[in-house]
């Protein structure tokens, strides 16, 4: 496969954003950053070591957050889809709009929830 994932963020779901941004910011220090393209809207923090922390309000089951996403920086979201599901992997969600881009999810071997995430300013397909 192509694609060979250099940066990943970590996406959870939380009941309320707004106590979850005062925690974060206030008590911890994370430094989040609001962002707009979800009700109300969606928080956003960088670690050190270049992980970023997603916080979205809305309904979660346990196990379903946190979540790993892979960022596809160079484009081509659809591509790697197909190629994951030529592969035998279960795709959930094929790709669909999402804050800022492009998301598909997936399942590893043992039934763990992984995403993609692409902006939107980058191609879906790279193949011509």
């Not at 992980?51 to 979660?60: G, K, N, R, T, W």
């Amino acid at each position: 496969m192509t694609f060979k994932p250099k940066t990943a963020s970590m996406v959870f779901y939380v009941s309320d954003i707004r106590r979850t941004e005062a925690f974060y910011n206030e008590t911890i220090g994370l430094g989040l950053e609001r962002m707009e393209g979800a009700e109300p809207f969606w928080l956003m923090g960088k670690l050190a070591g270049g992980l970023e922390l997603v916080y979205f309000e809305m309904p979660a089951k346990r196990g379903e957050s946190p979540a790993i996403v892979f960022n596809v920086d160079e484009g081509g979201i659809d591509d790697i889809v197909a190629e994951l599901a030529a592969k035998g992997v279960t795709i959930v969600t094929p790709v669909s709009e999402a804050p800022g881009g492009w998301s598909a999810d997936f399942l590893d071997p043992d039934g763990f929830g992984l995403g993609l995430w692409q902006p939107e300013d980058k191609p879906r397909s790279l193949k011509s």
